[in-house]
């Protein structure tokens, strides 16, 4: 099983993007979680380390500059949405990646209290 170390730029990018209320609050994040040719038209246009910013996790042992290295994206690569926070929470806690989990619902917790959701 892969492991991950929490990608500090990606967490630093979400809370940005939270305060500039930058967010989804409702959406279904099967069907808008961006899909390979959405990532690749973003990369196409943007840097890896933009790329990298959509990112929870960076997998250990995989190469920079590559998709394998990034993990548990947190938006449609424009806005975070808040279902991605809860996929991200959901599948770190069930295949026990714990800080990236944490980190995924400190995300989580602070897009609700900016969006009034108590």
Same mark, same amino acid.
């Given at each position: 099983?892969?492991?991950?170390?929490?990608?500090?730029?990606?967490?630093?990018?979400?809370?940005?993007?939270?305060?500039?209320?930058?967010?989804?609050?409702?959406?279904?994040?099967?069907?808008?979680?961006?899909? %390979?040719?959405?990532?690749?038209?973003?990369?196409?246009?943007?840097?890896?380390?933009?790329?990298?910013?959509?990112?929870?996790?960076?997998?250990?042992?995989?190469?920079?500059?590559?998709?394998?290295?990034?993990?548990?994206?947190?938006?449609?690569?424009?806005?975070?949405?808040?279902?991605?926070?809860?996929?991200?929470?959901?599948?770190?806690?069930?295949?026990?990646?714990?800080?990236?989990?944490?980190?995924?619902?400190?995300?989580?917790?602070?897009?609700? %209290?900016?969006?009034?959701?108590?």
């Amino acid at each position: 099983m892969a492991t991950y170390a929490v990608n500090p730029a990606a967490v630093a990018r979400a809370r940005e993007l939270i305060d500039a209320r930058q967010y989804v609050l409702d959406s279904d994040w099967g069907r808008v979680q961006p899909n %390979a040719e959405a990532e690749n038209a973003f990369l196409e246009r943007h840097s890896w380390e933009d790329y990298a910013g959509w990112h929870l996790g960076l997998t250990e042992g995989a190469n920079d500059e590559t998709k394998a290295r990034y993990a548990f994206v947190v938006g449609d690569l424009r806005r975070v949405h808040r279902s991605a926070l809860i996929a991200c929470v959901y599948r770190a806690s069930e295949w026990r990646h714990k800080q990236v989990e944490l980190a995924a619902h400190e995300l989580l917790q602070h897009l609700d %209290a900016r969006a009034g959701i108590s």
